[in-house]
């Protein structure tokens, strides 16, 4: 999801900038789902990690997937 959004932004951002027919308000649209996607993604990470940490201090030592 995190790539789909940055591509859809890199190709409205484009339209934009030789000014299809792309509005302000698209682009702004495309901006903020790319940002979502991307703190979704984060925030997708550090639950994996803190998941993993509490695990290790469960299991008293080092879990690698």
Request: proline residues 0%.
């Given at each position: 999801?995190?790539?789909?959004?940055q591509e859809r932004l890199e190709l409205t951002l484009?339209?934009?900038r030789i000014g299809g027919t792309v509005s302000f308000?698209?682009?702004?649209?495309?901006t903020e789902a790319a940002a979502r996607s991307e703190r979704q993604a984060i925030e997708a990470r550090f639950s994996f990690v803190n998941a993993?940490?509490?695990?290790?201090?469960?299991?008293?030592g080092e879990v690698r997937p």
């Open positions: 999801a995190l790539v789909l959004s484009e339209r934009y308000v698209e682009l702004q649209n495309a993993l940490i509490t695990l290790e201090s469960k299991v008293g």
